[in-house]
């Protein structure tokens, strides 16, 4: 039976890994790679590298870093942030990502999700799309598309832009809630359930996890193929076995953790 | 020395990459005489069954591998590199492909919580093969040994798969590990005599992975042998 997967989120700015409640006040955590390699051997199930700030300084991703990372972890991971074109995508998949992840680009240029599933196939391209609660009236699900890091509203709706995304051909897609990043409260799971009926592919949960408890409550009542975590790990208040035990007790299917 | 078949179909990097992990050394080549010389054979894939065909022929490749399945020496397929071993895929139209074992692929159907692509971690059953005719009379069933290639990988462990296609075999014989996906069960390895073929990225799948490609490096290319 197909798991659950656990996937660990590693935000990179100026080389470090870095850590933000609702995407402000960011505290560095130490080094990517060395992180990377950590959870992978405590038997994470997929890793998320974005280069936080590559897109608000327009500049390209650090390919030595992914090379690096390609080297110690032998487990899917994807890259996200500072993605331009299919250059940018193709020098990331031959650095031994498995996936990459779209996000601002997506929105002004969607048609690099098409372009990018073409030359590589869907299930190399991940649609990132970052959420937040809203008022706006015209916005049916209630919840606006944000890019460039959380700092950019785009009045566009999550559910729309994620059936585009889909039918561009995105493989995946990564629902981030801004209002619930870093809070430790739980994942948003309205917006992940809306997301997950909506679109046919697999949804990655993000945003909120604090307690294994919060996984449980995504996958059962959420629709998420798969769950990111971050503040949870990073700051060792759980470990990764610890986090798949906890699922596996709560009746959800995961790897066994090594 | 270890030859990784280059014919402008996936990322050969990270298979690369798991070997050096494993202590191996390799080269990633298209040159038909590099992989003849080669002591064993990898051939990964990703993309589409028909373009991958349709660059092997465009190489001239599909002869030198049959060449090479023929001298006994150990072959490992990876993803599409185990779909277009089989004699055709349905993928892009039907599509023919090299016939090194009889079938085909399917494609799956999405049910309710199981979407298509199959994508993430999931369990591989080892079907135990049958011991060559010199170790008759056969064991007990449960005592027969899985694959060489799956020595000390326990039984049901997690693999990474990613694809929407998967193996046929018409001979049951030729399954060497299935797993089951949105309520049906199919052939995660296949193989006969020297060619074995993994539907999962072996490369990406953690610790086993790295144990399989260990154990492949390890492989004489014959199966059987004294039952353990």
């Known amino acids: 039976m197909l798991t659950k997967r656990l996937i660990v989120c590693l935000d990179v700015r100026n080389g470090k890994v870095t850590k933000g409640v609702k995407f402000k006040e960011n505290v560095d955590l130490g080094d990517p790679v060395e992180m990377g390699s950590k959870y992978y051997r405590e038997g994470v199930d997929e890793l998320v590298f974005y280069d936080i700030m590559a897109s608000a300084e327009k500049r390209p991703i650090d390919i030595a870093m992914v090379r690096?990372?390609?080297?110690?972890?032998?487990?899917?991971?994807?890259?996200?942030?500072?993605?331009?074109?299919?250059?940018?995508?193709?020098?990331v998949l031959l650095a031994g990502a498995e996936k990459v992840s779209v996000n601002s680009l997506a929105v002004q240029n969607p048609d690099i999700i098409r372009q990018g599933a073409r030359a590589f196939g869907n299930q190399c391209i991940v649609l990132g799309m970052d959420a937040k609660k809203t008022d706006l009236p015209g916005l049916a699900s209630g919840y606006e598309v944000f890019v460039?890091?959380?700092?950019?509203?785009?009045?566009?709706?999550?559910?729309?832009?994620?059936k585009q995304a889909v039918t561009l051909g995105a493989g995946e897609i990564c629902v981030n809630s801004i209002d619930a990043d870093g809070t430790k409260d739980g994942y948003e799971i309205n917006l992940t359930r809306m997301i997950a009926d909506a679109v046919d592919v697999p949804v990655i949960a993000s945003g909120g996890a604090g307690t294994p408890d919060h996984l449980v409550d995504v996958f059962k009542n959420g629709g998420a193929d798969a769950g990111l975590v971050a503040s949870m790990v990073h700051y060792g208040t759980y470990a990764i076995p610890a986090i798949k035990a906890g699922l596996s007790a709560a009746g959800i299917p995961v790897r066994a953790a090594i | 020395m270890i030859v990784i078949v280059d014919y402008k179909a996936g990322n050969l990097t990270s298979v690369q990459l798991a070997l050096a992990e494993v202590g191996r050394e390799s080269v990633i080549s298209s040159d038909p005489a590099v992989i003849a010389g080669a002591e064993r054979l990898i051939f990964p894939g990703v993309g589409a069954a028909g373009s991958a065909m349709d660059e092997l022929n465009k190489m001239g490749l599909a002869p030198v591998l049959k060449a090479f399945l023929a001298t006994g020496k150990p072959f490992l397929g990876i993803c599409v590199g185990c779909q277009i071993i089989m004699d055709w895929s349905l993928e892009d139209g039907r599509t023919t492909c090299l016939g090194f074992l009889p079938g085909g692929t399917d494609i799956f159907k999405a049910v309710p919580g199981a979407k298509v692509p199959h994508m993430g971690w999931n369990q591989v059953r080892m079907i135990p093969q049958h011991p060559p005719l010199a170790a008759y009379p056969p064991p007990d069933a449960a005592q027969s040994p899985s694959h060489p290639v799956f020595k000390s990988i326990p039984d049901g462990s997690e693999f990474y798969f990613v694809?929407?296609?998967f193996p046929t075999p018409f001979d049951r014989g030729d399954v060497l590990a299935e797993t089951e996906f949105g309520g049906r069960t199919f052939a995660s390895v296949i193989g006969r005599d020297n060619l074995v073929a993994c539907q999962f990225h072996v490369e990406k799948s953690g610790k086993w992975g790295l144990r399989l490609l260990k154990s492949f490096c390890e492989w004489d290319g014959i199966v059987g042998g004294i039952p353990c």
């Open chain 1, 68 to 91: 690096a990372v390609a080297r110690k972890v032998f487990i899917p991971f994807s890259v996200g942030g500072g993605i331009r074109n299919l250059d940018d995508m193709r020098e």
């Open chain 1, 148 to 162: 460039q890091g959380g700092r950019k509203a785009m009045g566009i709706d999550a559910i729309a832009w994620a």
């Open chain 2, 163 to 165: 694809h929407s296609y």
